[in-house]
């Protein structure tokens, strides 16, 4: 062993065989028992494994001494010496190797020569002279024919550059240390040939043929004999010589020097072997097969070559499809199978490279190779035609073409994978890969740990699928450690893999790794694209529209969303479309832990920061936006100075587009957007958009987010000492408290919210809480006190120029009026509010308006005015998908038609409308409804199931504190009590089930 010039003492004969053989696989683990082999053979002594020890011991100190401690490491069941390639000749030699061999396909020819030359001059004797082990000798061998091996490659190479005068020095000296390689004596006679020298070559001629005679007892190779029969004609194929006339120009050589003799042509063969676990996909092998699939006596001449391009992003088992059916289709493609793994090429084209070796692959060798692309496409496409082969492109980089790649003939079949969907090839069938359910997850798990492990953790099972994301190169990952693992439980795995920052590390097992496949694609961005991906992963919302693309990266929408497709593209993001929204975009969870981690490497802590203040802000903004449209400016709600990130006003329309479609779609990310901001410590910006959302939560019933939100909001505002959102947020779960009609708790909120607002002056603020404190005295009863705080309320609201604050305190007002009998004060004032509406375009008031005039309507027995009103409403609240609205005005329906004497379809309605409240957690409708069917009920003779209703809708209207309409249910189960006694003896039996009578 050197160091630079320096030569190393490595120690006694076992030290150096163990060296050896540790070199000969260097970067892979050897096992004892093959060291052990080494050094004593088929008799080992019986404390062969401690000497082994020892000279382990040995050769570590050593490495030691020359600056390299951790070179050889323990790793069962042996030992791995860990050296860089450039550190170890023999791997030197063939990396060098194989990159010469690639100039000389892309025709490089001099530079393929030069290669050789550098990679040969690694040598520096025989390999590993003076060892004796058998095992070692052995590799001795294979190495010296590698080294043999390309000195012809490189003479031939000389010679096909015109360097034959200066190669006959070292050929003469080759033929005598090698005379059994016929390729060297033909190369001797052919550089003698062309060096003018012809009776030189036909004597090296001789010499050949009489020892080949005396050393094997055989005549040369038909290639030397023909050489020999050229040479002596002078066949110009040979080339020109330097005997030949200056004036005329030389004729191109049709001749190289002879290849080694080939066994008989086999039909090629070229596919890696189907995984025996394979599972799923039968659909898309289905569409494969009817694709490419033909019988023997199919003609398709009249029909285009059928291409199947299967796409999809890294790791989904893209290849494993393509080779499972390729082998599917073998015997209907019986010309053969051509196969390329095209991984490696990054953003080189290696097209010629890949079409020699297809070439070679169907016959074609040495000069018969053409140099040029097009030229070996035109010689392969001819090979092909009429043909059934079938050609797999597998893991074809999306930049590089493959059409020079493709057969011409109809005959022929092609199946490509690749990242993108490579749809500028005309006519090809996309097949695209998504990942696993939760099914086919756990049956690859099955068949990779067995079904008693899985069945035994059923649990932890499909914890680790999801953890995977369904993802198949990950689930091979951890079916590969699980199974070789049998002591390992799911649970412990299953644990590990819940630590995001540490996730990607465990994905890997003996030469799998999913981190790579990843950075394979991430590598593949322009800068601009690797940032966006970076950023991205600071979205943590299921998934996301293409504006905030732009928001992460402060620039247009238009520039942000065509490198966001590039992602696309590159399926490093994913496309969700969802019935009536517009496209959305997700990270797979897999690739966003990786997208995190290159965000920690790149990004400073301060871009992104700006970049999530840049996003949330743009929530807010569009948020706020779509609050504008619902009600016609900013009324009824309250904004803070938290920063937004804005864009053109025409652009923010075209995003939001119907704002009850807008925020059904958003709900889920504008949620996780006030997670993110509390825990960024944005409580402005947090607050605002909770507040923000309320038109949202109410009038869809979202009340767990609408609780969550709010109780985020306040703590972050509590901790930066944020009175006015601790007001706000106070305000807020007060409304919900009000809305599920817990009226305590609601008051409660509401004087809290009163006092913060009245300490910091923000009279907007203290007249949306006198609004729905108001409402709850009017529940309770407390005229006076409703009146008192509805005026309070209505000064302010109309000095802050909050008109649709304004309106709704109107229609409240009315309420009163008609509970009084002053139907016209409440005509008055109801009409006052719709102007309103009208002019601000606030169609979720306008409705609530029109529902109050039905009520109107119905108590003055209008039923005719009611109707209309009422049908007005539903196609509001349904346009604007206000539920809870919808549910109120189905109430009414219901009661119009009980009016009308149409009680059985009143019982239809009121019962819909009584599911439809249970299950939004309207329980002042849901005793409503109660109540009206148990009025229906008694009116038709049903005294007992009346009387069911109206202990239901009592208890209900107690425990929510509406004296006014518990004293009504009352009065009614007074009059059922007067029923026959059959009857009323049931009503008292259901009345013991129900618990205490209210009075």
Same mark, same amino acid.
């Given at each position: 062993?050197?160091?630079?010039?320096?030569?190393?003492?490595?120690?006694?004969?076992?030290?150096?065989?163990?060296?050896?053989?540790?070199?000969?696989?260097?970067?892979?683990?050897?096992?004892?028992?093959?060291?052990?082999?080494?050094?004593?053979?088929?008799?080992?002594?019986?404390?062969?494994?401690?000497?082994?020890?020892?000279?382990?011991?040995?050769?570590?100190?050593?490495?030691?001494?020359?600056?390299?401690?951790?070179?050889?490491?323990?790793?069962?069941?042996?030992?791995?010496?860990?050296?860089?390639?450039?550190?170890?000749?023999?791997?030197?030699?063939?990396?060098?190797?194989?990159?010469?061999?690639?100039?000389?396909?892309?025709?490089?020819?001099?530079?393929?020569?030069?290669?050789?030359?550098?990679?040969?001059?690694?040598?520096?004797?025989?390999?590993?002279?003076?060892?004796?082990?058998?095992?070692?000798?052995?590799?001795?061998?294979?190495?010296?024919?590698?080294?043999?091996?390309?000195?012809?490659?490189?003479?031939?190479?000389?010679?096909?550059?015109?360097?034959?005068?200066?190669?006959?020095?070292?050929?003469?000296?080759?033929?005598?240390?090698?005379?059994?390689?016929?390729?060297?004596?033909?190369?001797?006679?052919?550089?003698?040939?062309?060096?003018?020298?012809?009776?030189?070559?036909?004597?090296?001629?001789?010499?050949?043929?009489?020892?080949?005679?005396?050393?094997?007892?055989?005549?040369?190779?038909?290639?030397?004999?023909?050489?020999?029969?050229?040479?002596?004609?002078?066949?110009?194929?040979?080339?020109?010589?330097?005997?030949?006339?200056?004036?005329?120009?030389?004729?191109?050589?049709?001749?190289?020097?002879?290849?080694?003799?080939?066994?008989?042509?086999?039909?090629?063969?070229?596919?890696?072997?189907?995984?025996?676990?394979?599972?799923?996909?039968?659909?898309?092998?289905?569409?494969?097969?009817?694709?490419?699939?033909?019988?023997?006596?199919?003609?398709?001449?009249?029909?285009?070559?059928?291409?199947?391009?299967?796409?999809?992003?890294?790791?989904?088992?893209?290849?494993?499809?393509?080779?499972?059916?390729?082998?599917?289709?073998?015997?209907?493609?019986?010309?053969?199978?051509?196969?390329?793994?095209?991984?490696?090429?990054?953003?080189?084209?290696?097209?010629?490279?890949?079409?020699?070796?297809?070439?070679?692959?169907?016959?074609?060798?040495?000069?018969?190779?053409?140099?040029?692309?097009?030229?070996?496409?035109?010689?392969?496409?001819?090979?092909?035609?009429?043909?059934?082969?079938?050609?797999?492109?597998?893991?074809?980089?999306?930049?590089?073409?493959?059409?020079?790649?493709?057969?011409?003939?109809?005959?022929?079949?092609?199946?490509?994978?690749?990242?993108?969907?490579?749809?500028?090839?005309?006519?090809?069938?996309?097949?695209?890969?998504?990942?696993?359910?939760?099914?086919?997850?756990?049956?690859?798990?099955?068949?990779?740990?067995?079904?008693?492990?899985?069945?035994?953790?059923?649990?932890?099972?499909?914890?680790?699928?999801?953890?995977?994301?369904?993802?198949?190169?990950?689930?091979?990952?951890?079916?590969?450690?699980?199974?070789?693992?049998?002591?390992?439980?799911?649970?412990?795995?299953?644990?590990?893999?819940?630590?995001?920052?540490?996730?990607?590390?465990?994905?890997?097992?003996?030469?799998?790794?999913?981190?790579?496949?990843?950075?394979?694609?991430?590598?593949?961005?322009?800068?601009?694209?690797?940032?966006?991906?970076?950023?991205?992963?600071?979205?943590?919302?299921?998934?996301?529209?293409?504006?905030?693309?732009?928001?992460?990266?402060?620039?247009?929408?238009?520039?942000?969303?065509?490198?966001?497709?590039?992602?696309?593209?590159?399926?490093?993001?994913?496309?969700?479309?969802?019935?009536?929204?517009?496209?959305?975009?997700?990270?797979?969870?897999?690739?966003?832990?990786?997208?995190?981690?290159?965000?920690?490497?790149?990004?400073?802590?301060?871009?992104?920061?700006?970049?999530?203040?840049?996003?949330?802000?743009?929530?807010?903004?569009?948020?706020?936006?779509?609050?504008?449209?619902?009600?016609?400016?900013?009324?009824?709600?309250?904004?803070?100075?938290?920063?937004?990130?804005?864009?053109?006003?025409?652009?923010?329309?075209?995003?939001?587009?119907?704002?009850?479609?807008?925020?059904?779609?958003?709900?889920?990310?504008?949620?996780?957007?006030?997670?993110?901001?509390?825990?960024?410590?944005?409580?402005?910006?947090?607050?605002?958009?909770?507040?923000?959302?309320?038109?949202?939560?109410?009038?869809?019933?979202?009340?767990?987010?609408?609780?969550?939100?709010?109780?985020?909001?306040?703590?972050?505002?509590?901790?930066?000492?944020?009175?006015?959102?601790?007001?706000?947020?106070?305000?807020?779960?007060?409304?919900?408290?009000?809305?599920?009609?817990?009226?305590?708790?609601?008051?409660?909120?509401? %004087?809290?919210? #009163?006092?913060?607002? !009245?300490?910091? &002056?923000?009279?907007? +603020?203290? $007249?949306?809480?006198? /609004? =729905?404190? *108001?409402?709850?005295?009017?529940?309770?009863?407390?005229?006076?006190?409703?009146?008192?705080?509805? %005026?309070?309320? #209505?000064?302010?609201? !109309?000095?802050? &120029?909050?008109?649709? +604050?304004? $309106?709704?305190?109107? /229609? =409240?007002? *009315?309420?009163?009026?008609?509970?009084?009998?002053?139907?016209?004060?409440?005509?008055?004032?109801?009409?006052?509010? #719709?102007?309103?509406?009208?002019?601000? &375009?606030?169609?979720?008031?306008? $409705?609530?308006?029109?529902?109050?005039? *039905?009520?109107?309507?119905?108590?003055?027995?209008?039923?005719?005015?009611?109707?209309?009103?009422?049908?007005?409403? #539903?196609?509001?609240?349904?346009?604007? &998908?206000?539920?809870?609205?919808?549910?109120?005005?189905?109430?009414?329906?219901?009661?119009?038609?009980?009016?009308?004497?149409?009680?059985?379809?009143?019982?239809?309605?009121?019962?819909?409308?009584?599911?439809?409240?249970?299950?939004?957690?309207?329980?002042?409708?849901?005793?409503?409804?109660?109540?009206?069917?148990?009025?229906?009920?008694?009116?038709?003779?049903?005294?007992?199931?009346?009387?069911?209703?109206?202990?239901?809708?009592?208890?209900?209207?107690?425990?929510?504190?509406?004296?006014?309409?518990?004293?009504?249910?009352?009065?009614?189960?007074?009059?059922?009590?007067?029923?026959?006694?059959?009857?009323?003896?049931?009503?008292?039996?259901?009345?013991?089930?129900?618990?205490?009578?209210?009075?």
């Amino acid at each position: 062993m050197t160091i630079g010039d320096r030569s190393v003492n490595l120690g006694g004969a076992r030290q150096r065989t163990v060296l050896a053989v540790l070199g000969l696989n260097a970067n892979r683990v050897v096992p004892v028992d093959q060291l052990i082999d080494a050094v004593w053979g088929a008799d080992p002594p019986t404390t062969a494994r401690s000497q082994i020890q020892i000279c382990i011991s040995a050769l570590r100190r050593i490495f030691q001494e020359i600056g390299h401690p951790e070179a050889i490491s323990t790793r069962p069941p042996g030992y791995l010496l860990q050296l860089p390639p450039e550190h170890v000749d023999s791997l030197q030699f063939t990396a060098q190797l194989a990159d010469a061999r690639r100039q000389a396909d892309a025709g490089a020819k001099a530079e393929a020569s030069a290669t050789l030359t550098a990679a040969l001059a690694l040598w520096r004797g025989a390999a590993l002279s003076g060892i004796s082990s058998d095992q070692v000798q052995r590799a001795a061998t294979v190495l010296e024919d590698q080294r043999l091996t390309a000195v012809e490659e490189r003479i031939q190479l000389d010679l096909e550059l015109g360097r034959h005068q200066e190669v006959i020095l070292e050929l003469r000296a080759l033929v005598v240390e090698q005379p059994m390689r016929e390729r060297l004596h033909a190369y001797l006679m052919l550089a003698l040939y062309r060096c003018g020298r012809q009776a030189d070559a036909l004597a090296a001629a001789r010499r050949a043929r009489e020892i080949l005679a005396e050393e094997l007892g055989l005549d040369p190779g038909a290639e030397l004999q023909h050489l020999e029969r050229a040479i002596l004609q002078r066949d110009p194929s040979l080339g020109p010589t330097d005997e030949a006339s200056p004036a005329a120009p030389p004729p191109a050589p049709r001749w190289t020097p002879p290849q080694p003799r080939l066994p008989t042509p086999v039909l090629p063969r070229q596919l890696p072997a189907s995984i025996t676990d394979f599972v799923g996909r039968d659909d898309q092998l289905d569409q494969i097969r009817q694709v490419l699939g033909r019988s023997p006596d199919d003609d398709r001449d009249h029909r285009g070559m059928p291409v199947v391009v299967i796409s999809g992003m890294d790791g989904v088992g893209k290849s494993s499809l393509a080779i499972r059916a390729a082998h599917e289709l073998g015997e209907q493609y019986p010309d053969g199978q051509l196969y390329a793994d095209m991984h490696t090429w990054d953003r080189q084209d290696r097209s010629a490279e890949l079409l020699a070796r297809f070439l070679r692959a169907l016959g074609v060798t040495g000069s018969a190779i053409p140099d040029g692309v097009e030229e070996r496409g035109e010689l392969y496409r001819s090979m092909l035609s009429g043909k059934r082969m079938l050609v797999v492109l597998d893991d074809v980089p999306p930049e590089l073409p493959v059409l020079p790649l493709l057969p011409g003939s109809s005959s022929c079949g092609v199946i490509i994978a690749s990242r993108l969907r490579l749809t500028g090839l005309p006519g090809v069938r996309q097949i695209d890969l998504d990942v696993f359910d939760l099914q086919q997850s756990l049956q690859m798990l099955t068949g990779m740990v067995g079904r008693d492990r899985i069945v035994a953790d059923r649990a932890d099972a499909a914890e680790l699928a999801d953890l995977c994301g369904g993802l198949p190169l990950a689930l091979r990952i951890t079916g590969a450690r699980l199974a070789s693992r049998p002591h390992w439980r799911l649970g412990g795995l299953v644990h590990r893999l819940r630590d995001e920052a540490k996730r990607l590390d465990e994905f890997t097992h003996h030469g799998l790794e999913l981190r790579s496949s990843i950075r394979l694609a991430y590598r593949a961005l322009d800068a601009k694209a690797q940032r966006l991906f970076r950023l991205c992963s600071l979205l943590r919302a299921p998934d996301f529209p293409g504006w905030t693309a732009a928001a992460l990266l402060d620039c247009s929408t238009g520039e942000a969303e065509d490198i966001l497709e590039s992602l696309v593209d590159a399926r490093l993001v994913d496309i969700v479309q969802y019935p009536y929204t517009s496209v959305r975009y997700r990270l797979h969870d897999l690739i966003r832990v990786y997208a995190a981690e290159k965000l920690a490497e790149e990004e400073t802590d301060q871009d992104s920061a700006a970049a999530l203040a840049r996003v949330l802000g743009g929530w807010l903004a569009l948020a706020e936006a779509a609050h504008q449209i619902d009600y016609g400016g900013n009324y009824t709600t309250l904004h803070g100075g938290a920063q937004r990130w804005t864009m053109p006003p025409e652009e923010a329309a075209r995003q939001i587009g119907d704002p009850a479609d807008w925020w059904e779609a958003e709900r889920r990310a504008l949620a996780v957007a006030v997670r993110q901001a509390a825990e960024a410590g944005l409580s402005e910006l947090c607050w605002d958009l909770s507040l923000t959302m309320i038109s949202l939560f109410e009038s869809k019933g979202y009340f767990d987010d609408w609780r969550e939100c709010t109780n985020l909001a306040y703590q972050a505002a509590e901790r930066d000492g944020n009175r006015i959102g601790m007001a706000a947020m106070r305000y807020s779960l007060g409304t919900l408290y009000l809305f599920q009609s817990r009226l305590a708790e609601a008051d409660d909120c509401f %004087a809290t919210a #009163l006092e913060m607002f !009245r300490a910091e &002056g923000l009279e907007h +603020g203290c $007249a949306l809480v006198l /609004r =729905n404190a *108001a409402h709850i005295d009017g529940l309770r009863g407390d005229v006076e006190s409703m009146l008192g705080k509805y %005026a309070a309320s #209505l000064d302010i609201m !109309r000095r802050v &120029g909050d008109r649709i +604050g304004e $309106a709704h305190i109107m /229609r =409240n007002l *009315a309420k009163y009026r008609m509970d009084e009998g002053d139907y016209q004060g409440a005509t008055e004032l109801l009409d006052q509010a #719709l102007v309103i509406c009208e002019q601000t &375009g606030c169609l979720r008031v306008q $409705a609530q308006v029109l529902h109050r005039f *039905a009520e109107v309507h119905l108590a003055t027995g209008r039923l005719d005015l009611a109707k209309p009103c009422l049908h007005q409403v #539903l196609r509001i609240v349904r346009d604007t &998908g206000d539920r809870i609205g919808e549910t109120h005005a189905l109430y009414s329906l219901g009661l119009l038609r009980h009016r009308e004497g149409r009680s059985d379809d009143a019982e239809v309605i009121l019962g819909h409308t009584l599911e439809r409240a249970r299950s939004l957690g309207e329980r002042l409708v849901e005793a409503r409804c109660r109540f009206s069917l148990g009025e229906i009920a008694l009116a038709t003779g049903r005294a007992e199931a009346g009387a069911a209703h109206l202990w239901e809708a009592a208890e209900l209207f107690g425990r929510l504190g509406s004296t006014f309409w518990q004293e009504r249910a009352n009065l009614l189960l007074a009059k059922a009590d007067q029923l026959a006694p059959p009857v009323a003896e049931g009503v008292a039996a259901w009345a013991g089930l129900a618990g205490n009578r209210p009075v």
